[in-house]
């Protein structure tokens, strides 16, 4: 079965600074692969997603993955962190249902705070 | 553009009281339509999926119903509510392809059961 790890719960770095966070899959075939984002009392945005192709997917607000299959993992970047990117970050990776339909098995998640 | 409603916002209801929540989906047809549950520090957990009207499917046993009356609307329902069913409740679609699309979602719904 499918699982996700996002190793970090919490992360803090000041506005400016550069960001990443980690995010190792399970999956036995080619995966399709997500981050998204929410914030307090929100749904899930979607920042970006790779299904196949360039291995470095770029996304909304200046988010960016690499793909690196020999590590399963689908780290999340940005080169300058602003206050507005708090917020909790989810990474999944999906799978075809029985029937029809897709499953997104999700990470924990990690918990981004901004310091200013 | 496709839009997705989730309601209420809030609810907070007694142990033992009915619950029905609601989604709707605008702008795009026959999707897939998902129930997701997210407790704190857990991520989240698929509930039940639809991949048309009447067709459900759970995922996992509980206390919990679903049902697709309309081609985009999505009901959440349980007879007797229990403490463990308190959560944040989440609604989503995807494109009814077979591939991986990913899913969109709603708002949410903080559910207490007090």
């Known amino acids: 079965a499918q699982s996700v790890t996002q190793p970090d719960i919490h992360i803090t770095v000041s506005e400016g600074a550069s960001l990443e966070l980690r995010c190792n899959y399970s999956?036995?075939?080619?995966?399709?692969l997500f981050w998204y984002v929410q914030s307090p009392g929100q749904g899930l945005q979607l920042l970006l997603k790779?299904?196949?192709?360039?291995?470095l997917v770029q996304g909304i607000k200046g988010f960016e993955a690499e793909f690196k299959r020999s590590q399963s993992s689908f780290n999340l970047r940005k080169p300058s962190v602003h206050w507005s990117d708090a917020a909790e970050y989810f990474c999944?990776?999906?799978?075809?249902?029985?029937?029809?339909?897709?499953?997104?098995?999700f990470g924990t998640g990690t918990q981004l705070k901004v310091e200013l | 553009s496709q839009t997705i409603h989730q309601w209420p916002a809030t609810l907070v209801q007694p142990v033992g009281s009915p619950l029905s929540l609601e989604c709707t989906v605008e702008?795009?047809?026959?999707?897939?339509l998902y129930w997701y549950r997210q407790a704190a520090g857990r991520g989240l957990q698929l509930l039940f999926y639809?991949?048309?009207?009447?067709?459900i499917s759970s995922e996992v046993p509980q206390n919990l119903s679903a049902s697709r009356p309309q081609d985009r609307q999505f009901i959440l329902s349980s007879k007797k509510l229990l403490l463990s069913d308190s959560g944040f409740y989440l609604c989503a679609w995807s494109s009814p392809r077979r591939d991986s699309s990913p899913l969109h979602f709603g708002n949410g719904t903080r559910l207490t059961v007090t």
């Open positions: 999956y036995g075939a080619t995966p399709y």
């Open positions: 702008g795009t047809s026959n999707p897939n």
């Open positions: 790779y299904f196949s192709g360039d291995t």
């Open positions: 639809s991949v048309g009207i009447g067709q």
């Open positions: 999944a990776v999906g799978s075809i249902l029985t029937g029809g339909g897709n499953k997104l098995t």
